[in-house]
T-cell receptor, first 109, second 113 residues
Framework: AQRVTQPEKLLSVFKGAPVELKCNYS??????LFWYVQYSRQRLQLLLR??SRESIKGFTADLNKGETSFHLKKPFAQEEDSAMYYC???????????FGTGTLLAVQP | KAGVTQTPRYLIKTRGQQVTLSCSPI?????VSWYQQTPGQGLQFLFE???????NKGNFPGRFSGRQFSNSRSEMNVSTLELGDSALYLC????????????FGQGTRLTVV
C-alpha cells in the first residue's frame, strides 16, 4: 500500500537550532517525493521536490531509497519557518498526491 | 498570473442537502485535483481531472463526484450531505500529469449541520 508517515505531530525548537522533520514512505516503484508547507493563513505551497535537488529557504531533503525516507533538514531554524509541513509522494505519471499527516514546526525565539 | 481560485470560500449546509464547489485553475493548467482536509484524516485525495477526463479517483463514496469543463475549470459535487463531510476542500492545478508542481487554492470550508 502507498503510504507516507510523518511520526511527529509537533516539533518545537529554538531559533538557531537544527531542524529535522522526518518522513518515511511505502511505495512499490519509484515515487516522486515532495515537501509542501502551509504558513499561517496561507495556502499550501511546494517547498521542494527530490528530483530538483535544490535548497529552498535553507531547507534540504535527501531521498534515501534504502531507508525509504525523505527527511527535511535545516541547520539553523528561523522564527519564520514556523508552519505546517507535509511530506507527499506521487508516482510521476499522475498528479495524485499521497500526503503524510503533517508536522507542525514551532520555532521559539 | 492569478492563482488557483476556489468559490465559495465558506459554505454551511444541512444534512441531506447537496453542494457544488468550484475551482478555476491557473491559466494554461489542464490538470485539476481535489483533496479533502480534516483534522482527523489529514489531506485525502478525491479526484484528478485532465482534459475533461477523470484520471484517478480516491476512496470516497459515490456521493462525491466531479467534472472538468473544456476551459479546465472544475466542479465537485457532494450529494446527501453527512455531518462527516464537514471539511476544507482543496483544489490544486498543474500544467500536465507528470507529477509536476501542484498549485493549491485557498480552499472551500464546508460545514454540515
Amino acid at each position: 500500500a502507498q503510504r507516507v508517515t510523518q511520526p511527529e505531530k509537533l516539533l518545537s525548537v529554538f531559533k538557531g537550532a537544527p531542524v529535522e522533520l522526518k518522513c518515511n514512505y511505502s511505495y512499490s516503484g519509484s515515487p516522486e517525493l515532495f515537501w509542501y508547507v502551509q504558513y499561517s493563513r496561507q495556502r499550501l505551497q511546494l517547498l521542494l521536490r527530490h528530483i530538483s535537488r535544490e535548497s529552498i529557504k535553507g531547507f534540504t531533503a535527501d531521498l534515501n531509497k534504502g531507508e525509504t525516507s525523505f527527511h527535511l533538514k535545516k541547520p539553523f531554524a528561523q522564527e519564520e519557518d514556523s508552519a505546517m509541513y507535509y511530506c507527499a509522494l506521487t508516482s510521476g505519471a499522475t498528479n495524485k498526491l499521497i500526503f503524510g499527516t503533517g508536522t507542525l514546526l514551532a520555532v521559539q525565539p | 498570473k492569478a492563482g488557483v481560485t476556489q468559490t465559495p470560500r465558506y459554505l454551511i449546509k444541512t444534512r441531506g442537502q447537496q453542494v457544488t464547489l468550484s475551482c478555476s485553475p491557473i491559466s494554461g493548467h489542464r490538470s485539476v485535483s481535489w483533496y479533502q482536509q480534516t483534522p482527523g484524516q489529514g489531506l485525502q485525495f478525491l479526484f484528478e481531472y485532465f482534459s475533461e477526463t477523470q484520471r484517478n479517483k480516491g476512496n470516497f463514496p459515490g456521493r462525491f463526484s466531479g467534472r472538468q469543463f473544456s476551459n479546465s475549470r472544475s466542479e465537485m459535487n457532494v450529494s446527501t450531505l453527512e455531518l462527516g463531510d464537514s471539511a476544507l476542500y482543496l483544489c490544486a492545478s498543474a500544467r500536465d500529469t507528470t507529477g509536476t508542481e501542484a498549485f493549491f487554492g485557498q480552499g472551500t470550508r464546508l460545514t454540515v449541520v
